[in-house]
């Protein structure tokens, strides 16, 4: 349940940035719909079974991605056995699966979005607006060893503005699932609506900086640009963290992102002779570079095992990705997921591999022949690729401080309030946590990266002189103690130590508390 630990900074042993995200899929449907209703999160076979038997439910609903598969099937399983007169529902992409009803004992497979037709199952309305839930983007956050603290309004706010993407890279899974190249479903269609939803959640959750979990929210300029204009009325100085693609990003002014809170970026580099749309014109590197010059946060991603990739081309691919230099670096297997273009033409060619479902998720090895790389050899290389960014850039924080730093600089006295006032809240960070984090990664990577030890060195003494006495404590207080936690934390990790996040059970729309009955 974890994202950058999963397919970002895996590599990157105790200085890792983790932690757990909520299944945001069924909140949206839970908060949708008028029945009263029961979300488990991470729930164990055991609470499973439990609240079935301790409650009649006519409905159960099963969310899943394709690897997860083996799951569904164990739950439907568990529900014919303890509950039988419920109905099950399968949503989510793992109704991708060809031949799903075959896999799984459910009585609707739902393909798309859940939200209208569990409106539309229920009888009720299924064009109303949609309410959004209050949903913080990520908990139990922990790095180094240590568990961070999480203050009431310290984390962003989730923001889901649409599903899918008109884009329709031949891979994208989730393109492909609602609707494929030029469609996507909208919950919010103005900027209005969105600054409506955003300064709910701002009052509901006291925060200050969103997730907007949109596949490519800055395509939709209009869009943003409109919440621009009421978040200046409204003196909002928001922080929004997107995805976008490079043309995307390209529509905008350095001002413009900035003024907009533009603050971190997830944006597909993929390789320099792919030939997505996403990337038409764009100098990827040089962008990257001009984003962090503004205090953006970038995740790069890139594919590894496109059709032109070979043993003898790949590292130089490599190479050209982590010259990007970007705070964050993702890198994915090319792979052929059930419900995409991309999987019906490996089909066609007859080059799918039979791979247990629970495999194909593009952090393992190929699902598919390749013409040049085997699929061991696929594996080699992607491991290979995460090394080569934590070896060459260091660790992610240390970037992020980095880039975080390089904001404060250039906005610390700019005219616009508004503006200063974000960067403020974003150098607090650097003032009283980053300095002695990076103390201690100085001092971890010493005797193994000499290099990067000495460019958080030269950044500590950059920090130093912005924020004088409060790095000092953070160096002397905190620093020691994330230096003892760090290197007891590599030790668990070494010995396969692996973090759940705890089951959650939220109800609504319950007429009397459940524990009653
Ligand atoms: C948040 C997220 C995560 C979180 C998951 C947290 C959690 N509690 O599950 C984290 C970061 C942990 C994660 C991990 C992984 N993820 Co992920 N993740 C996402 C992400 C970015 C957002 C999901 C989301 O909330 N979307 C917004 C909601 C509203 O959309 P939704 O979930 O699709 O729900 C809608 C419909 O699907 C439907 N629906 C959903 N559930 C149900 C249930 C019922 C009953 C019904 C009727 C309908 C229904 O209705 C909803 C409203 O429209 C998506 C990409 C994306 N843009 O969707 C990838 C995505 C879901 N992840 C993916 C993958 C591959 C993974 C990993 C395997 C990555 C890896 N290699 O490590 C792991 C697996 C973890 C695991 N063990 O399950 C793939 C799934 C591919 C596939 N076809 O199955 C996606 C699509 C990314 C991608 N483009 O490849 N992920
Ligand atoms: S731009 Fe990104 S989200 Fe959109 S289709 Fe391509 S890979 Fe998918």
Redesign the pocket.
């Known amino acids: 349940?974890?994202?950058y630990h999963?397919?970002v900074t895996r590599e990157q042993g105790p200085f890792s940035l983790r932690m757990f995200?909520?299944?945001?899929?069924?909140l949206?449907?839970q908060r949708n719909i008028s029945a009263p209703t029961t979300v488990m999160?991470f729930p164990t076979r055991a609470a499973f079974e439990k609240e079935l038997l301790a409650n009649e439910y006519d409905i159960v609903?099963?969310?899943s991605?394709?690897?997860?598969v083996g799951k569904v099937r164990e739950m439907c399983r568990i529900v014919r056995r303890v509950s039988p007169r419920s109905t099950i529902?399968?949503?989510?992409?793992?109704a991708?699966i060809p031949g799903i009803e075959k896999l799984v004992d459910a009585d609707h497979v739902?393909k798309?979005?859940?939200?209208a037709?569990?409106r539309n199952y229920l009888g009720e309305d299924a064009a109303a607006p949609i309410e959004h839930p209050e949903i913080v983007s990520g908990f139990d956050a922990r790095t180094l060893g240590l568990k961070l603290p999480q203050a009431k309004g310290s984390t962003a706010a989730t923001i889901?503005p649409s599903?899918g993407c008109p884009m329709g890279c031949n891979f994208?899974?989730?393109s492909a699932?609602f609707g494929g190249k030029g469609k996507y479903l909208n919950f919010y269609n103005t900027g209005a609506e969105l600054y409506t939803v955003m300064s709910q959640m701002s009052d509901k959750l006291g925060v200050q900086s969103f997730f907007m979990?949109d596949?490519n929210f800055l395509l939709h300029k209009r869009r943003a640009m409109e919440l621009l204009e009421l978040m200046k009325r409204d003196n909002k100085a928001w922080a929004l963290y997107v995805f976008s693609s490079a043309n995307a990003i390209a529509q905008y002014t350095m001002r413009e992102l900035v003024e907009l809170g533009v603050s971190w970026v997830w944006m597909g580099l993929e390789s320099p002779r792919s030939s997505y749309t996403k990337l038409e014109g764009a100098d990827t590197k040089k962008l990257a570079a001009e984003l962090r010059e503004h205090g953006i946060k970038l995740l790069g991603s890139t594919i590894v095992g496109l059709e032109h990739h070979t043993p003898g081309n790949i590292e130089g691919e490599l190479e050209h990705a982590v010259a990007h230099d970007t705070d964050f670096h993702q890198f994915m297997l090319y792979t052929p997921?059930p419900?995409t273009p991309l999987y019906q033409q490996m089909q066609r060619e007859q080059r799918l591999l039979d791979i247990n479902l629970a495999d194909i998720?593009?952090?393992f090895k190929f699902n598919f022949q390749h013409q040049a790389i085997s699929r061991d050899q696929s594996k080699e290389f992607l491991d290979g690729a995460f090394r080569l960014d934590f070896e060459r850039n260091g660790p992610s924080l240390f970037r992020v401080c980095r880039t975080t730093l390089q904001g404060w600089i250039r906005y610390k006295n700019h005219p616009d309030l508004r503006i200063r006032r974000r960067f403020c809240h974003e150098a607090k960070a650097l003032k009283w946590s980053y300095s002695g984090l990076l103390w201690a990664m100085e001092r971890i990577l010493r005797p193994t990266n000499e290099r990067i030890a000495e460019e958080i060195r030269l950044l500590r003494e950059v920090l130093r002189r912005e924020f004088g006495i409060a790095c000092m404590l953070s160096e002397r207080y905190l620093g020691p103690l994330l230096l003892v936690a760090a290197k007891r934390e590599a030790r668990r990790l070494a010995h396969g130590i692996t973090y759940e996040p705890k089951a959650i059970i939220e109800r609504t729309n319950w007429v009397r508390n459940p524990l009653d009955f």
């Open positions: 349940m974890e994202l999963n397919q995200h909520r299944s945001w899929g069924i949206m449907i999160d609903g099963i969310s991605i394709i690897v997860n529902v399968i949503g989510g992409h793992v991708a739902v798309g979005d859940g939200v037709w569990m889901i599903v994208c899974t989730t699932f979990m596949e997921v419900g998720h593009g952090q």
